[in-house]
């Protein structure tokens, strides 16, 4: 099992950046793909993006692509969400999760993933 623990979220102007941390307990943190989702006020919680196990193979969202990046590191068993060029539509909390996985896929559901992070709240104002 992983805990994990998000952190890094706060209030950011219209055009700002922020950096996301997601935190993970355990020896194993290599053995997982690992993603973003997000969910704004009165919408379903969305994908954002997926990064491998090696971080070396990413996915996103057509709506952050180019603006968002994932990265890992394992060695520190934690995975970065550097958010650029943020927009108010980008207001919302924020999740990190785990998938325990031999391959990659670029799973983007929700039930694709094991393990769930409480989440970090981002405010884009205008």
């Known amino acids: 099992q992983v805990q994990l623990v998000e952190s890094g979220g706060g209030l950011v102007q219209a055009g700002g950046s922020l950096r996301l941390s997601c935190a993970a307990s355990?020896?194993?943190?290599?053995?997982?793909?690992m993603g973003w989702f997000r969910r704004a006020p009165g919408k379903e919680r969305e994908f954002v993006a997926a990064?491998?196990?090696?971080?070396?193979?990413?996915y996103y969202a057509d709506s952050v692509k180019g603006r968002f990046t994932i990265s890992r590191d394992n060695a520190k068993n934690t995975v970065y969400l550097q958010m650029n060029s943020l927009k108010p539509e980008d207001t919302a909390v924020y999740y990190c999760?785990?998938?325990?996985?031999?391959?990659?896929?670029?799973?983007?559901?929700?039930?694709?993933?094991?393990?769930w992070g409480q989440g970090t709240q981002v405010t884009v104002s205008s």
């Open positions: 355990g020896r194993t943190f290599s053995s997982y793909v």
């Open positions: 990064i491998s196990r090696s971080g070396g193979s990413t």
């Open positions: 999760a785990a998938r325990l996985t031999t391959g990659w896929g670029a799973p983007t559901r929700q039930h694709e993933y094991d393990y």
